[in-house]
Nanobody, 121 residues
Framework: QVNVVESGGGLVQAGGSLRLSCAASGYAFSINTMGWHRQAPGKQRELVAGITNGGSTAYADSVKGRFTISRDNAKNMVYLQMNSLKPEDTAVYYC???????????????WGQGTQVTVSS
């Protein structure tokens, strides 16, 4: 019902920057928290950054001060600006959209297919 597509990944050198974009489409009564997660080979998927409808943000300690999450509700978009990239940031980055199908319903989570970010030394 809700589709999520990420874009913007690529190969960059350490110290470089990338901006990831995520577009949500389809029907939802409301879209609530949106966020970015990442998964490196052999590792568990981890939260990188999240943002609420009210604009409150949260970041993993490893990216705080370097990454910035933002959203454009009119476009159903969420972004992740990544600066001062490090090799340890290399991972597949996934966009997550939490939504409700009706008022008071449970939240559902929709995930994108992921976009690869590779940071070379």
């Amino acid at each position: 019902q809700v589709n999520v597509v990420e874009s913007g990944g690529g190969l960059v050198q350490a110290g470089g920057s990338l901006r990831l974009s995520c577009a949500a489409s389809g029907y939802a009564f409301s879209i609530n928290t949106m966020g970015w997660h990442r998964q490196a080979p052999g590792k568990q998927r981890e939260l990188v950054a999240g943002i609420t409808n009210g604009g409150s943000t949260a970041y993993a300690d490893s990216v705080k001060g370097r990454f910035t999450i933002s959203r454009d509700n009119a476009k159903n978009m969420v972004y992740l600006q990544m600066n001062s990239l490090k090799p340890e940031d290399t991972a597949v980055y996934y966009c997550n959209v939490n939504y409700r199908t009706s008022l008071g319903s449970s939240s559902f989570g929709a995930w994108g297919q992921g976009t690869q970010v590779t940071v070379s030394s």
